[in-house]
């Protein structure tokens, strides 16, 4: 490489003669200007680079600084939108140039100012030689982003993406103000664009709740409790155990089926940690897992993906299907039990899931303890023959005959009698009065 005045001042593979060549060197004694030296503009290629200030007496060299320089293939600083969201909302960063790079690096930290203790044990010769106590808010930073980045819990993200744009959700973050550093990588290795922007997460606007009215034979008197009403996705509010703090009812696209979390139950994701947000996803019948042949029960026409998969809920909640007039009565609920299954994909098979069915809203209600795929299903009623009722003897009470009138031309007992005592009277008489005289 020539300098200014075209005299060569590189040795191609000796890096020695070219440090010794005088135009390489000057007299930190007589002071140093770096604009004062005339140096010709380069133009390195795309990738990473080393500069340091080397000082050599005689033989000997020493670096009196060095730091890293990375050559971009685009001046492209990206962008994010929008740049002032909500919890548990999403935002977009991306490129804008033409070609995509092969990965999207975003990294968001919280703008704060963290204090550090450093810790040096003379005892020790290692990488625990030196130790640095970061924290925010008395907060340590035990959060680990990628690499050696640390930051405090809820404080920072880290999402790659397999293109120039990358969809990130703020969720488990607190509000506050957020750096977005958005790096592109090109399929060479080398960085093809670097921008650095910021992020406001604000809180969530809680939804006015909504009491629905008391619809009758659905759990007894009174009206339904007052709870928070969603379509497609709901957000939970929790402790830190995961308890839930106020009722909500997600409602599928559908207007179909629906899910009521109520207050006091205690939800978790798979990993055991506080659920915050509830979906119910309608699928098409193409999406249905096989129901096996010969099965007694068949497809009803309804079947949701209940998410996140594998959400665990203690006690069970309320999934709920409410079917339309002409809907119900196609089913034929007269001659049909009406039952709602969880797809089992670790052995491919329905499982039963507790299902009451009310008639008078057309509606089925299943209990549910996790979420999976639930499906509504008809099976055939069990006919009850009528039960033959022995009819009991009586036994009859004979009746006595009439009693038998006396012929005509014969008198009566009763008369003979009477004649009897009349004659006995005249004859007791006759001798009263003859023994007077």
Known sequence: MPDWDKTPITDAGNISETLRHPANQVDLNAGYRLNDQHLKAITPAPGDYVLAAIAMDGDRIGFLGMMPVIVMESNDQGAITPTSVQQNATFTAQFRFDTPCERLGAVLIRDVTYKGNALIDAATLGKDTLYLNLTYNDIPATQKLIGNIYVSPSSGKYVVANTNQATISTSGLEPGSYRVYVVGQSANGTVQAFGQHM???????????????????????????????????????????GTVLRSIKVNADDRIGSVLVPIGVKALDKDGNPLSEVTLTPLSSDDLPAVPSGALFSFAGYVYEAGPSGATFDPGITLTFELPADAWNALDPDNNDFKVKWYNEETEEWEDVPTTTYRSTRSVDAKVTHFSTFALFTEPGIITPPTETETPTVPTTPTPPPEEKPPADKFPMTTVLAIFAVLVIVIAAGYFFMMRK
């Open 199 to 241: 992020l406001t997460i604000t809180p969530p606007v809680t939804p006015t709740p909504t009491t629905p009215p008391y619809t009758p034979g659905r759990g007894g008197g009174g009206a339904s409790p007052a709870y928070t009403s969603y379509t497609g996705t709901g957000t939970l509010k929790v402790n830190n155990v």
